[in-house]
């Protein structure tokens, strides 16, 4: 189960989604940690299923995130990501001599939580300490502390090795 804080975090939660979780983990791995427009313009560029209704719960937190608590959408990120298995429904298929053969359809739970990283206090140590020399420009100063959780993150991906291995 996720944890969040409610001060600085937006869930929205998709249940009952007609997709394997194995098949919806594929494409939440890919967008775990990064900004709101990135993740978007990911969603609509890959080639599968599971990210139509991923792409309406990430439209849907960020929604709720600048009309429910007045976050801006540039500041967002995607802090948390997780896709648990579902009920799984239960049907008939109609087979020769009056048989049958079950079919087994799967479901899965999304749940997506946004991150205002203007109000992380992270981000203020991290904006006291180097932000200062880029006062003026203040997509610069986010996009070098985007940098900054990308290299954390692929620290932790990273194996002895220094070799990315990918998750199935």
């Known amino acids: 189960m996720i944890k969040r804080d409610p001060d600085v975090e937006v869930c929205a939660l998709g249940q009952h989604i007609c997709m394997s979780a194995h098949k919806a983990r594929r494409v939440i791995d890919q967008i775990r940690g990064r900004s709101y427009e990135e993740t978007l313009m990911i969603l609509e560029l890959m080639p599968y299923r599971a990210c139509y209704p991923i792409f309406k719960l990430v439209y849907s937190a960020a929604a709720n995130a600048s009309h429910n608590m007045g976050f801006n959408e540039t500041d967002l990120i995607i802090s948390k990501a997780e896709v648990n298995r579902g009920t799984i429904v239960k049907r ?7 048989r049958s053969y079950p079919i087994k359809k799967t479901t899965c739970h999304i749940t997506i939580v946004l991150q ?26 986010r996009e070098r502390y985007l940098c900054m959780i990308d290299r954390d993150r692929l620290k932790w991906a990273t194996s002895e090795s220094e070799v990315v291995w990918d998750k199935k």
């Open 92 to 98: 008939l298929k109609p087979r020769a001599r009056g």
């Open 116 to 141: 205002d990283i203007s109000k992380d206090p992270k981000y203020f140590i991290w904006l006291r300490k180097y932000g200062w020399i880029y006062k003026d420009k203040y997509t610069d100063i």
